[in-house]
C-alpha cells in the first residue's frame, strides 16, 4: 500500500541489516522494526516526510543507536553506506512533566530524521496523568495512541501496513479522528490528546467521531486539562495548530467544544475570568476570509498585512487571544499574560501581544479619524487628531514600532468580534482596506526602517546644547519634517525647522 522511494528503500534496508546484526550478537534477540506513527499516513495520503520514527521491539532506542553505530564502523557496511550516514545520536531523557515518558534518541540517517523508540504500553494510576511505562506489544502501543489514523505502523521486514486498533485504515477512508480506546478514558489517562485530536482534525481536514467530541466537552476532563497539563505542552500544542494549514478550523473546534476557557487561561491569577466568547467567530472566520478571499479589499489586507509565515503566524495568535482585549489588568496586558503564562510562548510573541493590546485604542482612533478626513459613510465627530497627512500618520505607524502590522491586525480582530451582523463585518473591511490603502499610497509602510536624514551630532550643534531628554523630541521633528517632504532634498530646510523647535521650546521653558 505504501510506494517507498529509492531513499525510503535505502534506509529500510540499512536498518534491517543492524537488525540482523544485533541479531547475531550473543544474548541478544532481533528486534522488529517498525515505522509508526504519522509516517505512515503521511504516505497513506501521497505526503512525503522526512521524519520518521521507528518502533523497536525488544530493546530501547539507545541501545539500537549504539549498535547501529557499531555496525556502521564494520568495513562491509562503511563502504556500502559511507561515511556520515549517521548524524549524532542525541538522547532524549524521559521527562512526565513534559509528557515525554520514555527515552527517545532522535538522529539523522541518510537524510531523514529518525526517532527510536521502543514499542510500550502505558498504565495509569487512578489520580496521576503521569503513566507507567513498560515494554509493550505493537497492539499495545497502537491502542495507548491519541487517534486511530495515527496508530498504523509500516512493518519494515514484511512491508506492510499493520492497523492494530482495526478501525485506523476506515477512519482514513471515512476522513475521522477516533481514539483508539474509549474516549473517555483515553482523554483521562492524558488530558493533552484532546490538543491533538484537534490539531489532527484541523490539519488534515477530517471530522471528530461524536462519540469522542461528547468526552472532549466533559467537565472532568476539562478541569484536568486546565489543571494538570503543563501550560508548556499547551502551548507547543496551540503553536502546531496556527502554524499548521487550517488554524481557523482548529481555533472553531476549541470555540465550539467550549474550551477557550480551558485553554487560554492566566494560571497565576487569583481570579478566574471568563471572557466573552459567543462572538469571536466573526474574528476567525473573517480573518480566514481575508487570507483567502480574492476581492480587491481583502487582497490588498493580505498584501499588506500577511507578508510572510510568520506574519500569519502572529496574527492567528492575535485571533486567539482577541476575547482578552478589553479585559482590564493593573499589570501588564491581560491577553500577554495568557501569552506568557498560559501559553508559555517566547518573549518575542509577547511582547508583539503586549504592544497590540496597549497600542489598540490608537490604532483604532487613528484609523477612524482618518475616514473621518475622506468621508468614508462616517458621521462627522469631534477630531482627537490634528489633520492626518502623511507626516501624521508615518510618525503614528513608527510610535506602533516594527510589528505595527500585528498591532492593526489585533485591532480589526477586535472590531469584527464586536460586529454584530455579516454587513458590519464587511463594514470593518472596507474601512481598513482604505486606511491601508492610504499608507501604501503615502509609501509609509516600512517607515520604522526610515533613517533620519539629520543625525544626533548634527542636532546638538544646530541646537548648541549637549544631548539631553529633549534629543528624541529633536529627532522625531526631523523624522515628520522628512515625512512631509519626501521630495525635497534640502536638508538645510529641516535644519531650519529644527532651529525653529529649539527656540520654541525655550521660550516656553524660558515662561
Same mark, same amino acid.
Given at each position: 500500500m505504501i510506494s517507498l522511494t529509492d531513499q525510503e528503500k535505502t534506509l529500510r534496508q540499512l536498518l534491517l541489516e543492524v537488525s540482523d546484526y544485533i541479531g547475531l550478537q550473543e544474548g541478544c534477540t532481533r528486534p522488529e522494526l517498525r515505522i509508526t506513527g504519522g509516517w505512515v499516513r503521511d504516505r497513506l495520503l501521497g505526503v512525503q516526510s522526512k521524519d520518521i520514527d521507528i518502533g523497536i521491539s525488544s530493546m530501547t532506542g539507545s541501545e539500537f543507536g549504539r549498535m547501529m553505530k557499531e555496525y556502521l564502523t564494520?568495513?562491509?557496511?562503511?563502504?556500502? *553506506?559511507?561515511?556520515?550516514?549517521?548524524?549524532?545520536? =542525541?538522547?532524549?531523557?524521559?521527562?512526565?512533566?513534559? &509528557?515525554?515518558?520514555?527515552?527517545?534518541? #532522535? #538522529?539523522?540517517?541518510?537524510?531523514?530524521?529518525?526517532?527510536?523508540?521502543?514499542?510500550?504500553? !502505558?498504565? %495509569? =494510576? !487512578?489520580? &496521576?496523568?503521569?503513566?507507567?511505562?513498560?515494554?509493550?506489544?505493537?497492539?499495545?502501543?497502537?491502542?495507548?495512541?491519541?487517534?486511530?489514523?495515527?496508530?498504523?505502523? *509500516?512493518?519494515?521486514? #514484511?512491508?506492510?501496513? !499493520?492497523?492494530?486498533?482495526?478501525?485506523?485504515? !476506515?477512519?482514513?477512508?471515512?476522513?475521522?479522528?477516533?481514539?483508539?480506546?474509549? &474516549? %473517555?478514558?483515553?482523554?483521562?489517562?492524558d488530558p493533552l490528546r484532546i490538543l491533538r485530536c484537534i490539531r489532527f482534525a484541523s490539519k488534515l481536514g477530517y471530522e471528530i467521531d461524536p462519540a469522542t467530541e461528547i468526552s472532549m466537552g466533559n467537565p472532568e476532563i476539562k478541569i484536568a486539562l486546565r489543571d494538570k497539563i503543563s501550560r508548556e505542552r499547551v502551548g507547543i500544542e496551540i503553536e502546531k495548530m496556527l502554524r499548521g494549514p487550517e488554524p481557523c478550523t482548529a481555533l472553531g473546534l476549541i470555540h465550539r467544544l467550549d474550551l477557550y476557557d480551558t485553554i487560554f487561561i492566566d494560571p497565576k491569577s487569583v481570579e478566574v475570568i471568563g471572557v466573552k466568547t459567543e462572538h469571536w467567530a466573526s474574528a476567525y472566520e473573517e480573518i480566514r476570509s481575508s487570507l483567502k478571499d480574492k476581492s480587491d479589499e481583502h487582497q490588498l489586507i493580505r498584501n499588506i498585512l500577511f507578508r510572510d509565515k510568520e506574519d500569519e503566524y502572529l496574527a492567528w495568535i492575535l485571533v486567539a487571544l482577541v476575547p482578552w482585549a478589553r479585559v482590564k489588568s493593573s499589570s501588564k496586558p491581560a491577553a500577554g499574560r495568557v501569552a506568557r503564562e498560559g501559553l508559555k510562548r517566547p518573549s518575542a510573541v509577547c511582547k508583539v501581544v503586549d504592544e497590540a493590546v496597549l497600542n489598540i485604542t490608537d490604532v483604532i482612533q487613528i484609523k477612524n479619524a482618518f475616514l473621518d478626513e475622506i468621508n468614508v459613510g462616517k458621521v462627522p465627530q469631534k477630531r482627537k487628531h490634528e489633520s492626518l497627512d502623511r507626516g501624521r500618520l508615518g510618525m503614528k505607524v513608527r510610535q506602533w514600532g516594527p510589528h505595527w502590522r500585528s498591532c492593526v491586525i489585533f485591532a480589526l480582530a477586535l472590531e469584527l468580534l464586536e460586529s454584530k451582523q455579516k454587513v458590519d463585518c464587511q463594514r470593518v473591511f472596507k474601512e481598513y482596506a482604505t486606511w491601508l490603502r492610504a499608507l501604501r499610497d503615502f509609501r509609509i509602510l516600512d517607515v520604522c526602517g526610515l533613517k533620519h536624514v539629520i543625525d544626533g551630532r548634527r542636532v546638538k550643534a544646530i541646537c548648541g546644547s549637549d544631548g539631553g531628554p529633549w534629543m528624541k523630541e529633536a529627532l522625531d521633528v526631523v523624522m515628520e519634517w522628512q515625512l512631509r517632504n519626501p521630495e525635497d532634498p534640502n536638508i538645510e530646510k529641516c535644519e531650519a525647522k529644527v532651529k525653529e523647535w529649539w527656540e520654541e521650546r525655550r521660550a516656553v521653558t524660558k515662561v
Open positions: 564494520n568495513p562491509e557496511p562503511l563502504t556500502k *553506506y559511507g561515511e556520515g550516514t549517521l548524524g549524532r545520536l =542525541a538522547e532524549i531523557v524521559a521527562n512526565p512533566e513534559k &509528557s515525554k515518558h520514555l527515552d527517545t534518541v #532522535t #538522529t539523522n540517517l541518510l537524510g531523514f530524521d529518525v526517532d527510536l523508540v521502543n514499542l510500550r504500553k !502505558e498504565e %495509569y =494510576a !487512578e489520580h &496521576s496523568r503521569i503513566p507507567t511505562v513498560k515494554f509493550g506489544s505493537p497492539e499495545e502501543d497502537a491502542l495507548r495512541r491519541d487517534a486511530t489514523v495515527n496508530a498504523l505502523f *509500516y512493518n519494515l521486514s #514484511t512491508s506492510e501496513v !499493520e492497523d492494530f486498533t482495526g478501525r485506523g485504515l !476506515e477512519d482514513m477512508k471515512l476522513k475521522i479522528i477516533r481514539t483508539p480506546l474509549p &474516549s %473517555y478514558q483515553t482523554f483521562k489517562d
